[in-house]
């Protein structure tokens, strides 16, 4: 009986922590400073990292967020990677409406199974775990508790408070435990205070807390969130992935290792292609002209296929068989044109970057493997140095464009990594220059030819439309040039790219209904026809950095002929203005039966004081205005 009593009341002990442990996240319990312009909160989250062994990671994560809005899905969603060094041992959940009462269980069968690999991908060996509820009543709260087990600890993922804008924080820690003893790098950002540590014999922890930190709206031209978002990296000095061992603890030690250990072995050439390649250049002595030889052989020869595999997706496949099979990825297609460039005595450099549009820089004071998603070559030759996209089969010998752009990259040698930096593309390099000769007859229709030429990172643009079949290139015109009843004929689309500065020469004829509203005795002609502003919004305050992302220079020289009826009622003032971030310039003169638009718009790139916004915001504003100006025209003599 006592046996049964005792069981009974441990039972009842469960029960009650379970309660306990159950919280109900209600939203009377977050602050207003919190509420207020978030979409989300992140109520309770707790991120715990045991590197019990450089083979045997554990991260176990819980966290509890409240949505507020539908703006705030994202937050709502988990995915989970993994792959065969990064496994899920368990995940549960729970989805709790506004009254903080459960509606909804989460289990492992809630989530939907998909593989990682994109469209363009042959091989990947990532999946994802997807999850995302359903619920349309606002607010609602989602509650995850998952475990993963990892063997390896080379990539240690970054720890955020939270990683969005337009999301507040009342709870999230981070905990990082080791072996004592253990070497490890660490860095945050834009964490308040000190991390800290707490040592016992069995090992030492490593803690960072985030309480109450209210969300950070979403600004246009913001900085990236990087530069106020809380977050923490950390680098083990020894480290294991996939069989592989080594240490680093800076980039110059890193890029030693990707060089000897995930490149050497796959830059082997087979005797056939070695001869191959020195026939390429027979004859040819400067090593530059070489190498744009081999850029152009591995351009007709390769195409770009993800291929994510391969100690974790970081070493290339080797160099002989992206020869055979006559496709790669970034990291195979640079490694197979470093090889080909070795065989011919021209030194060159992998360099992992991170690309995209928005420029980011690898941090070059914190060496770690995370940083980069994209490989690109670099050849330091005597009086310069010239930078390939391998990726691609059309770009020029040493154009890079506004995927890498600008920012710090690691090269890998063997003798070890050396932080480089790829060119920048000014202002004056980022140009569009359009000539147009129109003609206007009497019923307000235009029709006339129309140039453009393209330079620097604006080089590329058309790139997309030359892919494409002439009808369906019409068509993208139409998306391009958003003026109503356009029409197109006669495109041509020329590039040259045998100079250090490429360009691209876009030429048609058009024509445009009723482009010229006609009204009673008035007509009216927006002389700006293909490049006007957009309006910048105006902000009452202004809390992040003004951040410009790419600099340009746009002219425009249009001609208008008119009828012989047409004669000008008002003209609108030429317009200067020049500031910090730019110029702008327009003017509209007559001569005789010819109107004559001219328009030069530079833009400036840098970050600025956030209170520097309004400024800007004016500036951008006043050419939005004068892109819309009229010429208002007489028609009485068509009544006589």
């Known amino acids: 009986m006592l046996k049964k009593l005792l069981v009974l009341i ?7 922590l379970g309660v306990q442990a159950q919280k109900d996240y209600k939203l009377s319990d977050i602050a207003p400073a919190l509420l207020f312009k978030a979409d989300a909160v992140v109520r309770d989250m707790e991120t715990n990292v045991d590197m019990l062994a450089a083979d045997q990671v554990v991260m176990h994560v819980t966290k509890a967020v409240t949505i507020l809005n539908k703006n705030g899905e994202e937050m709502a969603q988990l995915v989970l990677p993994y792959n065969k060094s990064m496994a899920i041992k368990a995940v549960k959940g729970l989805v709790y409406n506004a009254e903080g009462m459960v509606i909804q269980k989460i289990a492992l069968s809630s989530f ?18 997807h999850f995302a509820p359903v619920v349309t009543t606002y607010p609602y709260t989602v509650f995850y508790d998952y475990e993963y087990r990892i063997k390896q600890n080379l990539v240690i993922p970054d720890w955020y408070a939270n990683p969005y804008v337009d999301v507040s924080v009342q709870r999230s820690v981070y905990n990082f435990s080791c072996k004592p003893g253990a070497k490890i790098r660490m860095k945050a950002y834009n964490y308040t205070g000190e991390g800290l540590e707490t040592k016992s014999p069995e090992k030492t922890t490593f803690s960072w807390e985030v309480h109450d930190k209210p969300a950070v709206k979403r600004e246009p031209y913001m900085v990236s969130s990087d530069n106020f978002l809380t977050y923490v990296k950390v680098a083990p000095e020894a480290f294991s992935f996939y069989n592989a061992k080594g240490t680093y ?17 796959r830059q082997q050439l087979s005797p056939a292609t070695v001869n191959e390649v020195k026939d390429l250049v027979n004859g040819i002595q400067d090593p530059k002209e070489k190498a744009r030889k ?43 044109t470093q090889a080909l460039l070795k065989v011919v005595g021209v030194p060159s450099m992998y360099c992992i970057v991170y690309a995209g549009n928005f420029k980011q820089n690898l941090d070059a004071s914190f060496a770690s493997m995370n940083q980069a998603n994209h490989i690109i070559l670099c050849l330091p030759f005597e009086k310069d140095t010239t930078w390939l996209e391998c990726t691609s089969q059309v770009a020029p010998f040493g154009y890079l464009g506004d995927f890498t752009d600008d920012r710090t990259v690691l090269a890998c040698t063997e003798t070890g990594g050396k932080i480089l930096h790829t060119p920048v593309l000014t202002s004056d390099m980022n140009t569009v220059k359009r000539f147009a000769q129109l003609q206007v007859d009497k019923s307000g229709n235009i029709t006339g030819s129309v140039k453009s030429v393209f330079g620097g990172a604006n080089y590329d643009r058309d790139e997309d439309i030359l892919t494409k079949p002439y009808a369906e290139q019409l068509k993208s015109l139409k998306e391009i040039y958003d003026v109503d009843n356009i029409n197109f004929e006669k495109l041509k689309i020329v590039q040259d790219k045998g100079t250090s500065s490429p360009s691209t020469t876009e030429s048609f004829e058009l024509s445009i209904p009723g482009y010229v509203v006609q009204s009673g005795n008035l007509a009216y002609l927006i002389p700006n026809i293909f490049n006007k502003l957009s309006n910048v919004p105006n902000l009452r305050e202004r809390k992040q950095e003004l951040y410009l992302n790419r600099g340009y220079t746009y002219e425009d020289e249009t001609t208008f002929t008119l009828p012989e009826n047409y004669i000008v009622e008002y003209q609108p003032q030429n317009s200067s203005v020049k500031t910090a971030f730019g110029s702008y310039e327009s003017s509209v003169t007559m001569k005789d039966r010819t109107l004559i638009y001219k328009r030069k718009l530079i833009g400036n790139s840098g970050k600025f004081p956030a209170k520097s916004y309004a400024e800007f915001a004016d500036f951008m504003n006043k050419g939005y205005s004068a892109d819309l100006n009229k010429v208002i025209f007489n028609l009485a003599s068509l009544k006589k």
């Open 294 to 336: 081999i850029y152009k052989f591995v351009q007709d020869k390769t195409r770009y296929i993800s291929v994510q595999i391969g100690i974790g997706g970081y070493q290339p496949i080797s160099a002989e068989n992206v020869h055979y099979l006559g496709y790669g990825d970034c990291k195979g297609l640079v490694n197979y």
């Open 249 to 265: 603890s800076d980039w110059e030690g890193l890029g030693k290792w990707i060089y000897n250990d995930l490149l050497k072995s």
């Open 112 to 129: 939907e199974d998909i593989s990682a690999a994109s469209d363009f991908s042959l091989y990947e060996d990532d999946r994802l775990k």
């Open 10 to 16: 441990i039972l009842a002990m469960l029960q009650n």
